[in-house]
């Protein structure tokens, strides 16, 4: 590849991302703005509406909610059914996902994914034990949240009163269960979640009705989120911790917060248009979507010390409403890129792909295209570090001739140290005349590692980070390519080694020490030989600490790199070498 080729290549990249930055965003951006505009001018009616229908007198009416007992008294019938308040567990059992839910708060007490194991072969469990619980409803009074945590709901499954451990198997083709909890006193207050599953996915549909008569009289608003954090689920605990985040979408603006921020505040709001709400762990996600966006505010919650992250959409009740009816989609599954991209909404914003997003994305679509047809993945990756070699032929060619060129202007440059030993800035302008004379650029054979690295850095976070790459095998001991191989534990930990033997970095250390043997270590140049040689030997064995606790799969595209480099270079020293001899042979005939 050419100087022109070059500057040809960083001009296209230049105007595409000038084309993204100054007319794709701000085009989106206006986009956003009528859409929140609209949204706005339509909640504001709304509440005007609720204002103009509520009724002119309301009787007084308790301010706390109502005790078991009033409830049993004033409750009666529900879809003509008569039940008794008491605490009930149900089981919803659907072909992904295992929910418990409880009368005592009327929330989720637990949400297994039966698609996917932990390592001890249990189903993947969305909330730790003994959580405080998902989708919770908390009001306002007086400017204090009241949790409903110790409330106790009527259960209803599809209309009739449920039972005391029931489950409920939802796995024919449209069938959906209804599952209802509610509570109301005499005055007229009333609350009602409504959670609706159905056979396939991992939606679950939540409706919400709020009465404001009793004791619900005086709220100024309500809050529904997740307080149940997100449990461990993988065999790093620490890996999969540090990507525990509180998330959101707020208008244009998306918010991410890692666990690991909030050392110091345990709650961080924001105002406006609020599209969804989330947590996530290293490849599971709890999401809140309202089917129908207003204005709003988002709290994304977090303990650094407990590993523990939330959230909570609030909705004030403007305009003093009666009747409050909203919608929402609750997501319960994997951080996987084609079903978060479906719903529209940025929610694939979730899933952790580092600075290099773009290019990250790519390289997973390219991934899960080859999967149609490659089974493996171990031997995608093997295919993608052959491409890789392929588009970078040509650079990779010319770094190599530069190399060796460089090698044979040694002695110059020695001659012009011992020369110039004195003066830095003559020994510079000679060094460059002397290049530019043989034709040499000294950054040739670092061209293509900066090239490369891009690639390297988004599958670096495709491998670490996507469901699509979690627990799968390539061949014989490497069964998980998103963690480092483990051919054997040693029982006890080892300083900076653990207690686990990953047989892949060192071989990957071992292939860049022949390739440094071989003279394709970019260290040469104007350095002296002794640093040169400590430079070669170090560089393969701090890589090879590096690697060692990276992916499987991360390390098995360096090592093919590393082989296909090799055989390359060979070829251009034979090149090189016969080039030499030819005129050697000239200049004696």
Known sequence: MDKRTIIAVLLTFVVLLGYQMFYVGPKKKEIDRKRSAELAIAD????????????????????????????????????????????TEITVLTSTMRVLLSSIGGDMKQVELIEYERPDGTPVALMPEESSGGFRISTLRDGQWDSHAGTGYIAYVNGRAAEQGEEIVVREEGQ???????????????????????????????????????????????SIG????????????????????????????????????????????????????????????????????????????????????????????????????????????PLDMNTLKAYGIGLEKTIDLGKLRIVSVLALRLMLMLNRFVPNYGLIIIILSILTKVVFYRLTHKSFKSMKDMQRLQPKIKELQEKHKDDKEKLNKATMK??????????????????????????????????????????????????????????????????????????MGGLMVLQTKLGASPTGGANPPGQT??????????????????????VLYWIVNNILTIVQQYYVHREVEEEESEAAAKETS
Not at 48 to 69: F, H, M
Not at 248 to 260: D, K
Not at 446 to 462: D, E, G, S, T, Y
């Open 44 to 87: 504001s009616i709304a509440t005007i509406e609720a204002r103009e229908t509520e009724a002119d007198t309301i009787a007084e009416a308790p301010k706390e909610p109502p005790s078991v007992e009033k409830i049993e008294e004033a409750t009666g019938t529900v879809a003509g059914v008569v039940s008794e308040v008491r605490a």
């Open 176 to 222: 959906e269960a209804v599952v209802a909890f509610l509570i109301r006193d005499e005055a007229g207050g009333y609350l009602e979640k409504r959670f609706t599953f159905s056979v396939e996915g991992y939606e679950v549909g939540l409706d919400i009705e709020v009465r404001r008569d009793g004791w619900l009289k005086d709220t100024g608003a309500y």
């Open 226 to 333: 997740w307080e149940g954090g997100m449990a461990v689920n993988e065999k790093d605990a620490q890996r999969d911790i540090r990507q525990f985040a509180s998330l959101s979408t707020v208008g244009e603006e998306f918010y991410q917060e890692p666990v690991r921020k909030f050392s110091k505040t345990t709650e961080k709001a924001h105002e406006g248009m609020v599209a969804w709400a989330g947590t996530r762990s290293k490849y599971f996600l709890s999401a809140l979507i309202p089917l129908e966006p207003r204005s709003s505010s988002v709290s994304l919650f977090g303990e650094k010390s407990e590993n523990y992250v939330g959230y909570a959409l609030r909705y004030p009740f403007r305009g003093d409403p009666r009747v409050v009816e909203d919608s929402f989609v609750c997501y319960l599954g």
């Open 434 to 507: 002397l290049y530019k004379d043989g034709g040499v650029n000294p950054l040739g054979g670092c061209l293509p590692l900066l090239f490369q690295m891009p690639v390297f850095i988004a599958l670096f976070n495709v491998l670490r980070n996507t469901i699509e790459l979690r627990n799968a095998p390539f061949v014989f001991w490497i069964n998980d390519l998103s963690s480092p191989d483990v051919l054997f534990s040693f029982g006890a930990s080892i300083p900076f080694v653990g207690n686990e033997f990953h047989l892949l970095p060192i071989l």
């Open 533 to 554: 040689k400590m430079m070669s030997t170090m560089m393969p064995i701090v890589l090879t600490f590096v690697f060692y606790a990276m992916p499987s799969g991360l």
